[in-house]
């Protein structure tokens, strides 16, 4: 596709656009092979990419949200008819799971074709981690904007229908310290259970005895609560049991980047490829591995890279100074920035602090006890930080995102989908917090 055309798609829509750090062969399986597979035969338009280096914006047709949030809405109208999709999501995971499953000291004795199609098995695994549950950043895009309606005063503070992985993380970590097993023992546990916890779309990182310590060191319990009891089907409840689906949805991503990095590796060293070069490929070229001249296209994206997938028409790639051009072409925001901050509540509550813009895994490490924690939207990688933090303001998310959830459980301050606090907020300023009103100030 000529840029400039695609460049008139890109700025007729508007965009829900999500900043991170990753790698297109993680997010690609993630997130676009996913949203070809929703639930009542839909899918969305398209998507769009750009990679500069491990630095991702991922742009989401907010037209998308709108179309398929209505339909989630119409066909689940209490918390049986969302379990029903979840537990259909599960247990394709589960099936592909089985699949994708490989004894990783025999990786090297594999054909170069078995190899391939082990490589795209760990595709569908991390794809099938999303599965149908891809819907549910359509149904609480809808759901805000309905609850808006329903609650103009506030809408009452939601809570997940069951604690998330970490806090499930923590309280293991904490067990298996109190009952007195070698640091050795403490590690071989823990990695068995949650060895992908501090996984991210970059890749896997190993679990340290620190970080088993560090978790073990929050002494807040959240217990199973069933909050069906007390709402009955309303929207409040099935959304407190949406929580919990995309909680289960973030660990079954982390779960399958975990499997696939060694046969990513694998690959890589068979057909002579730098692993900072295979991470660039994506789901689709999986066949082109061993052609010398894709080879080089690879190493092209390492510095820049715009994915475009659209369901109606053909995948556009681009590298070099095609990318530049698009990119250029990009740099009077598609959503404009606006001076003032503001957006939807996570947590309620007040606070002042110094800001803390994190916008890398790098960023995250130099994070201070104490300040407010400002990003374009955070992951589990963040939650080091996310400790320290007094506050977190995001640019994206909604009332299911991680940083909600994670505020919500650390009973912490928290605003989100602000869309600009990450521009207009700089490292080091004396911000307020107002999450009951949804208001981020900036004091000096």
Known sequence: MDISNLLTIIKSRRWDIQRFNGYPFFLSSAAVLSGSHLPWGLSYTHFLYISHS???EMYYDTAD?????EIFWENVKSISDLEILAKESESTYAEIVSAAAYDAEELGALSERELKELLWQQVRLISAGVGTGHCIECATYVAEQRLHVLYPQGWPEIEASEPSFLKKAEMFARQLINEGYSKAEIIQRFNDEYGWIK?????????????????????TVHPLRNISNVEGDSMIAIISHIFAWQDRRKSNILKGIHSAEPVLRACAERFSIPFDHIRFLVPEEVERLGDIFFHQELAKRSTLFVDYSSYEGPQVLYTGSDAEMF?????????????NIKGSTGYK????????VCLSLESIEDFKEGEILVASMTRPEYVTAMKKAIAFVTDEGGITCHAAIIAREMKKPCIIGTKNAT????????IEVDADTG?????R
Do not use: F, W
């Not at 779309?201 to 310590?213: F, L, N």
């Not at 990009?330 to 001076?339: F, K, R």
């Not at 208001?439 to 004091?443: A, N, Q, S």
């Open 65 to 69: 949200y709108q179309r398929i949030g």
């Open 54 to 56: 491990k630095n991702v």
């Open 327 to 339: 990119v250029s072409g990009l740099e009077n925001d598609v959503n404009n920035v606006q001076d």
């Open 423 to 430: 521009k207009v907020i700089k490292d080091g300023d004396m």
């Open 199 to 219: 996984n991210s779309y970059v890749g896997r990182q190993d679990i340290t005895i620190s970080d088993i310590e560090h978790l073990a060191q929050d002494e």
């Open 439 to 443: 208001i981020i100030t900036v004091l």
């Open 349 to 356: 509550g007040c606070v002042q602090g110094i800001a803390r």
